[in-house]
Nanobody
């Protein structure tokens, strides 16, 4: 059974940092692009960051560029999201996804697998 399990969420003050992890099991995703998405209460899920299969190419939403860093460790079948300088507007449930192809993508329809999400709350 294929699973993506996020961890690392929590409550942090504005300006703080968190590191999210997404561990995959059931199959390898070393050849798949991965991504992070988030959903705030009352809003649709939105793209945050994506990384290609090798980790050599990344892409971020403008709202997190310069503050968030996506990375991956294919030996561990795990993708990470380092979040610095957090703002209250970053509060959301964060989801990781595994894309169908090798190139990073901001299209949600390109993702075949999703985790259950981890809550990130940033207090002002």
């Amino acid at each position: 059974q294929v699973q993506l399990v996020e961890s690392g969420g929590g409550l942090v003050q504005a300006g703080g940092s968190l590191r999210l992890s997404c561990a995959a099991s059931g199959r390898t995703f070393r050849w798949n692009a991965m991504g992070w998405w988030r959903q705030a209460p009352g809003k649709e899920r939105e793209f945050v960051a994506t990384i290609n299969w090798s980790g050599g190419s990344t892409h971020y939403d403008d709202s997190v560029k310069g503050r968030f860093t996506i990375s991956r460790d294919n030996a561990k079948n795990t993708v990470y999201l380092q979040m610095n300088s957090l703002k209250p507007e970053d509060t959301a449930v964060y989801y990781c996804g595994a894309a169908r192809g090798t190139l990073g993508t901001a299209l949600s329809t390109s993702y075949d697998y999703w985790g259950q999400g981890t809550q990130v709350t940033v207090s002002s």
